[in-house]
């Protein structure tokens, strides 16, 4: 072990002892950005990037379980991730598929898709839909994986449902715009039933959300850290815990 990893552990353990755990979030939101530039830094390809931050994904969640998190949501894949070239798309939507089959046979957590499945190749469909099936009794942290997500996309998808829902119902236009209201719409997003994220964190130093969960980050806080996704360390993720410990959470009070 190097002095360097040495250091780190004790640092970590030291932040873990001070840590609060009623003030831990119950919904984190990770955006897990640095995939390519941590390659490039490297030495290595795109595809090594990829594969070394779907590696992670296992780690965070350990640590979530240590620390009395309930609910994580990665984005893993967005919209406009879509737009890539083939020769890009296909090795990286091969990963994800890999990722989640991980995470659905690990036997620890509970797997449910956040996104537009439509828009999504038809393997990849029903690696999530099996992930879902096949985890939806276990009794663990909620992983909701964004894989064709976007967060306008989720609104326009919840106003789809919602108009789509009411007009089999036989309500009229003036009818609905008299009950349409922030709990409605919230029941036909991608993640009703669930409790909002308490945070967000997004790695690789950009400090923008990029769309990600616009409706449901409203009053969330967010916690913006400097290294790549595959270099996220125990001690990076203390951290954010603890500076989200710190923070005063008023909700416009």
């Known amino acids: 072990m190097k002095l360097r990893d040495l250091v ?31 390659a490039r830094a490297a030495g290595g390809t795109i595809e090594q990037g990829h594969k070394a931050g779907a590696s992670k994904i296992q780690e965070l969640l350990g640590w979530c379980s240590e620390t009395d998190v309930e609910v994580v949501t990665l984005w893993l894949l967005s919209t406009d991730n879509l737009d890539r070239p083939e020769e890009q798309l296909v090795p990286l939507l091969s990963i994800i598929e890999g990722a989640v089959r991980d995470l ?4 620890r957590w509970r797997v449910h898709h956040v996104g537009n499945r439509d828009l999504l ?20 942290i909620l992983v909701n994986v964004a894989v064709g997500y976007g ?35 919230s029941e036909h997003l991608y993640t009703r039933g669930q409790p909002d ?21 409203a009053h969330s806080e967010y916690y913006f850290c400097e290294v790549f996704w595959p270099a996220f360390r125990k001690v990076d993720f203390l951290r954010a815990l603890r500076d989200y410990a710190a923070r005063h959470r008023r909700y416009g009070g």
Request: without cysteine.
């Open 8 to 38: 780190y552990g004790l640092y970590a353990r030291r932040v873990e002892g001070r840590l609060d755990h009623a003030q831990v979030p119950k919904h984190i939101g990770v955006i897990l950005d640095g995939n390519r530039r941590w």
């Open 104 to 107: 659905a046979s690990d036997g």
């Open 121 to 140: 190749p038809a393997h990849t469909q029903t690696v999530l839909k099996e992930a879902e099936r096949d985890t939806e009794h276990i009794d663990g």
């Open 151 to 185: 967060g306008r996309q989720e609104i326009a998808d919840a106003v789809r449902s919602l108009l789509h829902d009411h007009a089999s119902k036989g309500t009229t236009f003036d009818e609905l715009a008299e009950i349409v209201d922030i709990d409605l719409i």
């Open 197 to 217: 994220p308490d945070l967000v964190i997004r790695t690789s130093g950009e400090q923008r959300l990029s769309g990600f969960m616009l409706w449901q980050s």
